[in-house]
């Protein structure tokens, strides 16, 4: 046996679900529901781009899941299996392991079992990850079906990820006088996100219009307003700041709330009729859900205001990929 199916073998081929096909043949078998839909998502990994070299390979292997989980809880899809590429200059035993207990945590949670994949070498650590899930296609929450009146709902706390990310880059925040208390609050935030998988599933029949919050606030919100043909307004002191934050100034938290990226909670807009049951959902599932804001029916508008009227704007609205 070669040495890359060896690695496979050892690391990355526990038991499948009965019913499943896993890691042995070409493709794996995974079984849909009759009159669902598959939904499939798929998410790159780059190491000095998407993560730092030095990131504990337990947390990696979480998030490496956890980003692809989080565009099936956009759609309200339940997780059906996932298959994993590793790309890395060379064989690191101790490396591997750990990454897959890590991987296998969030599956074995998630109950979105591992089913295939494959390894090579490459210059750099690169991870892609594929999931498969379910969801029946008359209810999959889509960015096109915003409408006018819409509440606008926000699951978890914005800003943490982006302050650890700033702090892990060397860039104190102004004011800030213990900055290793505040990045140990803040990094769980960036480097194992738990998206609201379980929550998410009920959400078809509620809710109209979702994404995740990968990019930051404003600009993942904005491919909704995009598609829907219509504009929103959000106020800021509705918002659910991470509490962390509290210590920071006024403008890195703007920044780090409404333009922060790697968040992988939901944002998702419902009509008023369904206030009480999302809450309700949100109470059986253990989930913050806050609504901060509504659709409004003047196509590309996008405004954030406080209580007292003030606008707040913000310079960077989002990651760019390129």
Known sequence: MGREFDLIDRYFSRKVPAGYLGGGDDCALVPVAPGMQMAVSTDLLIEGRHFFPDVSPFTLGHKALA???SDLAAMGAKPLGCVLGIAMPSINEAWLAEFANGFYALADAAACPLVGGDTTAADTITLCVTVFGQVDPALALRRSAAQAGDDIWVTGVLGG?????????G????????TAALLAQVRPALEQPLPPIAFSQGLPGLAHAALDISDGLLQDLGHILKASRCGAQLFYDSLPVDPALAGVSQAWQEEAVLGGGDVYQLCFTAPVSSRNAIQALAHQHSVLATRVGSIVPQAGQLSVTRNNGQVVSVAQ?????F
């Open 171 to 178: 860039r104190v925040p102004p004011g800030c006088n213990n």
């Open 67 to 69: 980003v692809n989980l």
């Open 161 to 169: 990820p982006h302050v650890a990310l700033q702090l892990l880059q």
């Open 317 to 321: 609205q989002g990651f760019q990929h």
